[in-house]
């Protein structure tokens, strides 16, 4: 069930953090709450950040291994969708952080990591 490459995994990460970046602020999710609205923007500057460390296509550095950027993901999905229970969020915002959180970790599960980029050499 892993059908998706290294290199769109990686552009849907660029994609991903820019969307983090602006959402909050088009859905006015700072209204009910500023902490998650930050949290939004920090984690779409973290994504795209270790997005450009890790060593995949489109990465300016390959210091992170795609592996621990999956988990970085992972980790990242799961604070996404318990956000709102924690902070008492609902409408918009509740659904915008589980929407999100779920929709990395569906990432994570159909990204395939066995196929060896052109960049990175075999082992």
Known sequence: ???LSTKIHGLGDYAAGIVLIVAP???GIGAQSIIAQWVSVAGGVGLIIYSL??????SAVKIIPLKLHLLFDVLAGVAFVLLPFILGLDGVA???????GVGVLLVVVVTDTSAVSPDTPAS
């Open 53 to 58: 460390c890790t060593d995949y296509a489109f």
């Open 94 to 100: 509740r659904i915008y952080f589980i929407v999100m």
């Open 25 to 27: 602020f088009l859905l």
């Open 1 to 3: 069930m892993k059908f």
